[in-house]
């Protein structure tokens, strides 16, 4: 990467940073969130992520956004019709500040794992099509059989595992070999 490509990512990343914290104070979500939320945001793989495109339809790894804020700035940025995958969680989680972006982006939920009931409870009443699945193959294969050429499915948990030692990398490498063997099936 030349001098200039590097000056120029690093103008724009700062640039959605400022943008991000002046949206986050406008909708006067809390500095901790802010803060975890910038932390969050290119650090590291797992982030809004590229994985595939199978019939039209994008792939996304967003596993790393493990809390509502990252997930809400993922909807945010996002133009085309969701089918997002998100994790029930056992601990009480405040959908509320996402509740609008999702009744704007998400045509629909899929609810991975345990304690999906709190999830599909927050999301019923703003995105119409909503399924539960047991383990990442099956969300994902639920999305792949949902989703319209031109939307995207994005795996973005909106909080962090249930399950003791399982870290955002494992559920986003689950995820992304569960893409892969739907592309492995369609096209060969």
């Known amino acids: 990467m030349t001098y200039f490509e590097e000056l120029s990512n690093s103008r724009t990343k700062r640039a959605e940073n400022m943008a991000a914290a002046i949206s986050s104070k406008v909708l006067q979500i809390r500095k901790e969130s802010i803060k975890q939320s910038l932390s969050d945001y290119g650090t590291l793989g797992h982030r809004k992520e590229y994985v595939t495109t199978i019939d039209e339809v994008m792939y996304f790894d967003d596993a790393k956004a493990e809390n509502v804020n990252a997930t809400w700035f993922t909807f ?51 995105v119409h099509e909503i399924y539960d699945a047991k383990d990442m193959d099956e969300a994902v294969r639920i999305a792949s059989i949902v989703a319209e050429e031109g939307d995207i499915v994005v795996f973005s948990p909106a ?11 494992d559920r986003g490498n689950q995820f992304r070999n569960s893409v892969k063997h739907i592309e492995d099936e369609r096209y060969q």
């Open 76 to 126: 945010e940025s996002t133009l085309k019709p969701i089918v997002w995958i998100a994790c029930g969680s056992d601990k009480a989680v405040d959908y509320n500040d996402l509740l609008p972006m999702a009744k704007q982006n998400v045509k629909t939920l899929i609810c991975l794992g345990d304690g999906n009931s709190q999830l599909r409870n927050a999301f019923e009443s703003s």
């Open 159 to 169: 909080s962090k595992s249930s399950r003791q030692n399982e870290t955002f990398e």
